[in-house]
């Protein structure tokens, strides 16, 4: 797949990355199509447990990608079930409760890297890259076999379409998205 437009004088120098619609017709995963890019990082690559988490955790907790590189066991607390959502770009922070999934997956991370601060650890013990992510999330979309190629962001944008189809109100969803504005985009209701 293509992600740049060539010069037509030079077929080696980028020009620019083409539109989003160019090579996907919408920027979101269904819930079925998320549960299998999920199990594919059970089958596939060296770090299944870290990855499995880290998909699940994006995905249920609208995670940037910077979030999810960033986060850290402090900020889990496992028997009440909670965790806590460093936004950026002034979100602030947020508790999110976890699910008994959610809880399983970090209690093996956790079994399987005792010594690492960050739910994402690389090989070194520091956090995983924003590319890394990048790399985790492509590959799994072609294990998972799903019909468009997946991104990291999408799990972001999945877990608001989620919500939204699920008939949450606008301001709760934002709210768990960690957006700023909310008054804004509200009054346009």
Sequence with gaps: M???KRRPENGNLPVRRGL???YRSREYLTL???????EAAKIRGRYRVRDEALLLMMFRHALRVTEATMMQWDAVMLAEGQVV???LKGGGQVNHPLQADEVAALE??????PDS?????????DHITREAIALIVRRCSTVAELPLLAHAQMLRSSCAHHLFSQGLDRRLVMEWLGLLGIDHLVSDA
């Design 20 to 22: 989003n619609s160019e």
């Design 108 to 113: 093996a991370l956790r079994s399987a890297y």
């Design 2 to 4: 293509k992600l740049y």
């Design 85 to 87: 959502i460093h936004r």
């Design 117 to 125: 601060p960050y739910l994402s650890p690389n090989e070194r013990g």
């Design 32 to 38: 079925d199509e998320v549960t299998r890019l999920i």
